[in-house]
């Protein structure tokens, strides 16, 4: 395709396999999640080679520098080519911590047992000192 191409952000994000589908791709774009060279983007936005996508998703600024233009959907690995991740890995690694006993089930010496109800409490309570979920709220 030529340099000078352009095409609409919310079709560019699901081509390039960012998002699921096109409308939610859209709904970001609405919604203010997305911007295109710090400038918030709607849905019809156009897109051109050399652009800077901010664009959040889970609660992650992904940015990303447009490197071709794709109108269809295609494989993951056809698509990964289609631009560079540019997001810093500090911002890809910012939940890691708090995800820490955040697991369905706890990680316990084998052969340790239930933990009784004083030590769950310990827990719960520990829990709740360190991972204050208003912290992560936005």
């Known amino acids: 395709m030529a340099t000078d191409e352009k095409i609409r952000i919310d079709k560019w994000l699901w081509s390039i396999r960012f998002f ?3 409308s939610i791709a859209s ?3 609405t919604g203010g999640k ?3 060279n710090d400038i918030a983007a709607k849905a019809s936005s156009l ?5 800077k996508i901010t664009c959040k998703k889970e609660h992650i600024n992904y940015e990303l520098i447009v490197k071709a233009i794709i109108g269809k959907r295609v ?3 056809i698509a990964i ?3 560079d991740n540019i997001t810093p890995e500090t911002e890809l690694n910012k939940f890691e ?3 820490v006993g955040k697991a369905p089930t706890e990680v316990r010496d084998r052969g340790s047992g239930r933990p009784t109800k004083r030590d769950r409490r310990d827990i719960d309570e520990f829990k709740d000192r360190i991972f204050d979920e208003d912290d992560f709220n936005e």
């Open 20 to 22: 699921k589908s096109r």
């Open 27 to 29: 709904d970001a774009c």
């Open 34 to 36: 997305v911007k295109i």
């Open 47 to 51: 897109v051109k080679i050399g652009d």
């Open 75 to 77: 494989s993951a690995p």
């Open 81 to 83: 080519t289609c631009y």
């Open 97 to 99: 911590q708090w995800f």
